[in-house]
C-alpha cells in the first residue's frame, strides 16, 4: 500500500523537474519516453517510411502538392483539440 502512495508523487517530482527543462530538452524527453514504449523497430518498416519521406519531399519539390502555413496548421489543431478533454491537449492549445 505504501509503494502505491509513493508512486503518484515520483511521478509528480519527475514532472516538475522535465518542466524546468527547456523546450528542446523537454521534446528530446518526450522522444526517448515515446520510443522506449514502442516495440524494437522492424528495418523494412523504417526503410519504407524513409522512401515515403523522400517521395513527399520530391513532390513538395516540383509543386505537385499544395501547401498549408505551419500557422494555419495549428490553429486548426487547436481549434480541432478544443474539445479534447485530456490535460496534455489543453495545455497544447493554451499557447
Do not use: N
Not at 5 to 17: D, N, Q, R, S
Not at 29 to 40: A, C, K, R, T, Y
Not at 58 to 87: H, M, N, W
Amino acid at each position: 500500500m505504501k509503494e502505491a502512495t509513493l508512486m503518484p508523487m515520483k511521478v509528480k517530482e519527475i514532472e516538475e523537474a522535465a518542466l524546468r527543462l527547456s523546450s528542446h530538452e523537454r521534446a528530446l524527453l518526450v522522444e526517448h519516453l515515446i520510443g522506449s514504449l514502442e516495440p524494437d523497430e522492424d528495418p523494412e518498416a523504417e526503410r519504407s517510411w524513409i522512401e515515403e519521406a523522400e517521395r513527399r519531399y520530391q513532390d513538395y519539390k516540383a509543386g505537385k502538392v499544395i501547401t498549408i502555413p505551419a500557422e494555419q496548421v495549428f490553429k486548426d489543431a487547436r481549434l480541432k483539440l478544443k474539445g479534447c478533454q485530456s490535460i496534455f491537449f489543453q495545455r497544447l492549445i493554451r499557447k
